[in-house]
């Protein structure tokens, strides 16, 4: 059972565009919601939280939306550099399980110059 | 801040030897550390949670006597797999949790690649 679903495997955006990655998740207690980055043969790297509290949160090119009624939730990165190019994961917890994370699979994301 | 040290990055070894690897928080305490297992192209897979000083909390379908996992102070947890064969060459990761201002956040080590022949 795939809590955590990331249907998109790749996604190819030119550089400067924006970037848009979805997520979306089954179980309605989630109430902590990330996105790692993650290079091959490195472990994932922290980018951007949101509490599901919140339908917005912003850091810089980064900005995660949340859209509880449709369990679905974005990361937005605008504009798009060659650097961004990763896998990008998205992951959700629940207060009473003790930090663990349930990860999507990834979607492969490939900024072009 | 919040940096996690996991060594070794990559080890090669023989079909019935045990591998050790290390995770460390280097600038925090963590009471709390996850391990991880990455297949190619798939998604992270949670083994275990260790906690510091109990015994570790594992999931479903994983070995607790194939993966020893010691979490013996606060920056420090250790996971062995145990009698490795070539099915167990994988990803492994480790992750520590984050202090309670950023509890919900779980920061990764770089991973180590065992390969066993």
């Known amino acids: 059972d795939q809590q955590v679903k990331q249907n998109s495997p790749s996604l190819s955006v030119q550089e400067g565009r924006i970037s848009i990655l979805n997520c979306d998740y089954t179980n309605s207690m989630f109430d902590y919601f990330l996105w790692y980055k993650k290079y091959p043969a490195e472990g994932p790297t922290f980018l951007i939280s949101?509490?599901?509290?919140?339908d917005k949160n912003e850091d810089g090119r980064f900005t995660v939306f949340l859209n509880k009624s449709a369990k679905h939730l974005s990361l937005h990165i605008v504009p798009s550099q060659p650097g961004d190019s990763a896998v990008y994961f998205c992951?959700?917890?629940?207060?009473?399980?003790?930090?663990?994370?349930?990860f999507g699979q990834g979607t492969e994301l490939s900024v072009k110059p | 801040g919040a940096v996690v040290s996991q060594h070794p990055s990559r080890v090669i070894c023989k079909s019935g030897t045990s591998v050790k690897i290390e995770c460390r928080s280097l600038?925090?305490?963590?009471?709390?550390m996850f391990w991880y297992r990455q297949f190619p192209k798939k998604s992270l897979m949670l083994m275990a949670t260790?906690?510091?000083?109990?015994?570790?909390?594992?999931e479903q379908g994983v070995e607790k006597d194939k993966f020893l996992i010691n979490h013996a102070s606060l920056t420090l947890s250790t996971l062995t797999v145990t009698s490795a064969h070539p099915e167990d060459s994988s990803f492994y990761i480790c992750s520590a949790r984050g202090q309670p201002e950023s509890k919900n956040i779980q920061y990764f080590g770089a991973g180590t690649r065992l390969s066993v022949l």
């Open positions: 949101i509490s599901s509290i919140k």
């Open positions: 260790s906690n510091e000083g109990s015994k570790a909390t594992y």
């Open positions: 600038d925090f305490q963590a009471t709390t």
């Open positions: 992951a959700a917890s629940t207060a009473n399980q003790g930090g663990k994370l349930i």
